[in-house]
């Protein structure tokens, strides 16, 4: 039974690749546009790789505030979901 492990395995990977990748790739970003309010991503400005929902693959760079803002909305909505499940299992 090592389902479990792999989980954990690929979790902590995943932050070690996201950093390094987010630097090589950083400068690159600088002049585009950021893909949620098309606005140029300029240096100095707080960006985010971003990716996909599945988080198998990059779909490049984004503000943060502009990132965060959908990433938030989508976790609220889980957030409230769950709580709803659990208040509604009271036994
Ligand atoms: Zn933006």
Redesign the pocket.
């Given at each position: 039974m090592a389902s479990s492990n792999s989980k954990n395995t690929t979790q902590a990977g995943y932050g070690y690749t996201h950093q390094s990748l987010r630097r090589a790739l950083l400068p690159s970003a600088y002049g585009k546009?950021?893909?949620?309010?098309?606005?140029p991503?300029l240096p100095g400005q707080p960006l985010d790789l971003d990716h996909t929902a599945d988080r198998t693959s990059y779909r490049g760079f984004?503000?943060a505030?502009?990132?965060r803002s959908e990433g938030a909305r989508r976790g609220n909505a889980q957030r409230s979901a769950r709580r709803t499940w659990r208040t509604s299992r009271q036994w």
């Open positions: 546009p950021c893909p949620h309010c098309q606005q991503m984004a503000h505030s502009c990132n």
